[in-house]
């Protein structure tokens, strides 16, 4: 059984901070690279940031510098520190892990909404 659990979306004002959670499982965690997509209304889902097993991170144009991808090994959770917010991130946001075309499992997501 494969779970991907997303939480700490919410609303916040254009400017704000949100930090989003992914709880698995070890098993998935420690094997296969993870990574945050969101999918705005109208919109084609799009991937935001990844981070493999060994720490190496990528981030789309729209976000770099504004959030950052890490995961806590112990605690099985990969985190998204979500800075300086725009409008135009909002989006429902989705947890994926173990890349395949393009990952093989996904979360139920999570909405984040940014006003202005």
């Known amino acids: 059984q494969v779970q991907l659990v997303e939480s700490g979306g919410g609303s916040v004002q254009a400017g704000g901070s949100l930090k989003l959670s992914c709880a698995t499982s070890?098993?998935?965690?420690?094997?296969?690279?993870m990574a945050w997509y969101r999918q705005a209304p109208g919109k084609e889902r799009e991937l935001v940031s990844s981070?493999?097993?060994?720490?190496?991170?990528t981030y789309a144009d729209s976000v770099k510098g504004r959030f950052t991808i890490s995961r806590d090994n112990l605690q099985n959770t990969l985190y998204l520190q979500m800075n300086s917010l725009k409008t135009e991130d909002t989006a429902i946001y989705y947890c994926a892990a173990c890349r395949s075309a393009p990952y093989q499992y996904w979360g139920q997501g999570t909405q984040v909404t940014v006003s202005s």
């Open positions: 070890k098993v998935i965690f420690n094997n296969c690279r």
């Open positions: 981070i493999g097993t060994k720490g190496s991170t």
